[in-house]
Every structure is written in C-alpha cells, then in structure tokens.
C-alpha cells in the first residue's frame, strides 16, 4: 500500500496526472491504476475526476492526512534500518532554507557532515510559506525558517540565531559614516528589498512602515540576496539585510553594514523538522546539531 499511498501524495503536490506519474517514476496508467486500487482497497472515491485532475474529494484529503503520516513513518523507518546495517549514518538529507539564512547554512551542515561523511545533502532555496509546504509535503527532511513570524504547524523547532538587521550602504552616502541609524532615517532612502513574497520583506515592510514610510517602492526587487548584495557593491545601491549575512558575506571596498536601532528588531530564525516520533536518523542527527550550532551562531552577531 506504500507505493499507493506515495502516488497519493505525489498527484496531491503536482495536481496533474502526468507530472505526478513522473515524479513518481512510473507510467501515468500505472499512476491512475495505484490510486484506482487504493481507492478500492478503502472503499472510498478519493480523486475527482474528468479529463483532467480536479482535486480530492473530503475523503482524499482525509486519506491525505494519513498518508503523510504513514510514508513519513515508513521512509523513517527504512532510513533507521540502513543506518543499523551499516553502522552509521548513510543516505541523503534534503533541506529548504530561506533567502537570508543560506549564508549560515554551511554552518550546520559542515559539522555535521564531519560526523557523518556518507551523507549527503541538496539545498533549495525558499520562502518561509514554501519551506513548511514542502516539510508537510514530504518533498524536504528539513528546513531553516523563522520560527515567530509563520504559523508553524506540526513541526519540532530548534532555534538557531536571532536574526538582526543592517543598513549595507557606501560610506559616502548620507548615513554613510553614522555608527546606527533609526529605521526612521531607512524609511527616507531609497532601498533595493527581495520581493514581497518572501518573509523577510514582510518584516521589513513593517518596521519602515512603523517608523514613517509612505510605502514607496524599492528601487530593485529580487528574490536572490546575492543579487541585491551585488548591487550595493558597487556603492550606489542601499538595502537592508540580517546581520549574518553581511557578516558572511564580508564588506567590499566602501560599503559598510551599520545597525538599525529605534526599534532594535529581532526575529528568531531556526531549523525545523517533522514532529514524528521517533524521529528519522538523519533529521535527529542534524537536530543534535543544532542545538550545538545555535548557540555559537547567535554569539557571533551579537
């Protein structure tokens, strides 16, 4: 029923019949003949179909609910039986993590790969909707994320740093040579922000409008901070970032990172992982070290 139950979650995620079957790794036939057969051994009708998908019945999404319980389980459990034949940690570790905390992912992972060699890692770039999407979807074992600013759901958090913000701005601008400025003084300038999508923003947003902002747009919206650091290199762009990224990035040539006060903002990013127990393997080997990282992280941009 596994295999089933996989290809429920997988036309679930993709809402589409051969996308699903291709994620899958099967035939689209194979695809609807699984969900045709599931849906007899439950007696139950749990797609709605047509030509085309149109989504779950109330009972599909029912059926969903256990479905992501029971595949998490199950995946958890062969990860558990890999680990006991072998010795050691071994497979693949998937995480999602949020624009503005990709600098400081290297952070947990290289510890933690020092630990376990034989596993391996992909990281995918997020925003704070989209990581819990994808944890509740079983597409990551993990994400990096806020906890404070999103409803969390039914997930096990560790914090990891309190996320502080900078102004990145030359040093021959305007409050270019100022040891703090108010958000007050952020609000008058023109900035380059990621796109509205993205948490980070949303927060930003705020804090410029509490302190007077009109509400104008950036200059330059992106969804990569790569791109937006780029842009204040060359000393004619401002933005505002977390402390631990400028820290990451490090400052080049007359840029200059200055803290924002009036208020002092502080959000709370950290890892979070499917609240299952017992948990699998590798999400618990990485949640030990977590708990180990977040505490020398957060010192670090104190």
Same mark, same amino acid.
């Given at each position: ?36 057969? &599931? ?107 806020? &906890? ?45 922000? &990621? ?11 705020? &804090? ?95």
């Amino acid at each position: 029923m596994i295999d089933k139950l996989e290809f429920l979650l997988a036309l679930a995620r993709e809402k589409h019949f051969g996308r699903a079957a291709e994620a899958c790794g099967v035939t689209q036939p194979t695809l609807s003949s699984g969900i045709k057969q &599931l849906e007899e051994q439950l007696g139950l009708l749990l797609v709605n179909r047509s030509a085309r998908f149109r989504g779950l019945t109330p009972e599909g999404e029912r059926v969903l609910d256990w479905a992501k319980r029971i595949v998490g389980d199950s995946r958890a459990m062969k990860q558990e039986v890999r680990a006991l034949k072998q010795g050691h940690l071994v497979g693949h570790l998937r995480l999602a993590a949020i624009p503005t905390a990709l600098a400081m992912v290297s952070a947990l992972t290289t510890p933690f790969r020092a630990k376990h060699p034989e596993v391996r890692f992909t990281i995918l770039s997020n925003s704070s909707i989209e990581v819990l999407n994808a944890l509740d979807n079983l597409e990551i074992d993990a994400g990096i994320t806020y &906890l404070d600013n999103e409803p969390l759901g039914r997930v096990r958090s560790v914090p990891l740093y309190r996320e502080r913000y900078r102004l990145m701005t030359a040093a021959d601008s305007p409050l270019g040579n100022r040891e703090q400025v108010t958000w007050a003084e952020v609000a008058r300038i023109p900035l380059c922000l &990621l796109t509205p999508d993205m948490q980070n923003r949303r927060i930003i947003d705020q &804090l410029l409008r509490d302190a007077g902002s009109l509400g104008e747009a950036p200059t330059l919206e992106s969804n990569s901070m790569i791109l937006l650091y780029s842009h204040v290199r060359t000393g004619r762009w401002a933005s505002v970032m977390p402390a631990i990224l400028a820290e990451s990035l490090g400052l080049v040539g007359a840029v200059r990172a200055i803290p924002i006060i009036e208020p002092v903002a502080v959000h709370t990013v950290g890892l979070v992982v499917p609240n299952r127990e017992p948990m699998a393997p590798a999400a618990a080997a990485l949640v030990a070290e977590a708990l180990k990282v977040g505490a020398e992280l957060d010192r670090l941009i104190e």
